[in-house]
């Protein structure tokens, strides 16, 4: 019953941006932290950003901080990515992911729950 359906992908010029939307449904969006990986073709899934549910703390991979930003929006059960200056190797299909713990949140092992995925393509 639980679903998470990522939207917001599609084709941008490096050095552009791109904001990507998960929405979640049949879970207590409130009780999950949720987090945002990525996996580009022949590449494994990496970790991309997170936020806890208690708290609010956030986390990036390095290779995002400060260009890449996570929030939500509890009201309409969505978490969403806001993707700056991206560079080509930033594209990769983007995957949702919901967890009910706090830390480790980089981790996939931590997720119970995954999206299908959205493709972002950078151009030059």
């Known amino acids: 019953q639980v679903q998470l359906v990522e939207s917001g992908g599609g084709l941008v010029e490096a050095g552009g941006s791109l904001t990507l939307s998960c929405a979640a449904s049949?879970?207590?969006?409130?009780?999950?932290?949720m987090g945002w990986f990525r996996q580009a073709p022949g590449k494994e899934r990496e970790f991309v950003a997170a936020t806890s549910w208690i708290g609010g703390a956030k986390y990036y991979a390095d290779s995002v901080k400060g260009r890449f930003s996570i929030s939500r929006d509890n009201a309409k059960n969505t978490v969403y990515l806001q993707m700056n200056s991206l560079k080509r190797e930033d594209a990769a299909v983007y995957y949702c992911a919901a967890s009910i713990y706090i830390s480790q949140l980089n981790s996939n092992d931590k997720y119970s729950n995954w999206g299908q995925g959205t493709q972002v393509t950078v151009s030059s």
């Open positions: 049949g879970l207590t969006f409130t009780r999950y932290s």
